[in-house]
């Protein structure tokens, strides 16, 4: 069990390696975790809530769509 996030996670996604998870939730949060270790390793806040998530082929980049419309790089 993963324990971070304060709120419903709306998206997840693994690593192109599956070394790490890649979680959104309402609670404005996009964390990234060690499937190894589990737990959060860095966590971005974002200023609106996330509605889903993806990753860049190379899982070197995630890209977050929000509820105020907007797309984020991270």
Do not use: E
Not at 6 to 34: E, P
């Amino acid at each position: 069990t993963l324990t971070g996030h304060q709120s419903k996670i709306a998206a997840a996604k693994f690593t192109f390696d599956s070394r790490q998870l890649v979680t959104a939730a309402s609670d404005r949060n996009i964390m990234l975790w060690s499937t190894d270790r589990g737990y959060a390793t860095n966590t971005f806040r974002s200023t609106s809530m996330c509605t889903d998530l993806d990753l860049t082929p190379d899982s070197s980049f995630i890209v977050t769509s929000h509820a105020d419309d907007s797309v984020r790089l991270w």
